[in-house]
């Protein structure tokens, strides 16, 4: 895992740009057997458009809006809230891995704001 934090009144789009590139520069490097995945923490909500191309190269994004799944399945939820986070966690995976999922980063990121906003509710 690779970690990058930005604390920063900014909008966080362009760094995670720019830390995608520098994972892929290494991950593509010749000879490179390296395999890394990211983790982008930032001080400053992470637009949209950041967002499906965070989940599009397997980059887990942390935002003050935005808790990690596994965080959220720390609390003893109902059945069905636990059971799309859970899906939610095997959908990042797939996309992390395959580059592709069942609907994309795009259903994937409307799912995942869905349970955010009902987890918050709890």
Known sequence: MVVECKNTREAAKDYLYYFNAKIRDYLEAPNSDLSMRGIFLSTVPVAESAWRYGLAYGIRIVDPVSPPPEYMLRVDL??????GLRGVLEEISILARDGQGSDGPSSLLREYRFLCER???V
Not at 78 to 83: K, P, Q, T, Y
């Open 78 to 83: 109902e059945e069905s809230l636990a059971s």
């Open 119 to 121: 987890w918050r509710n």
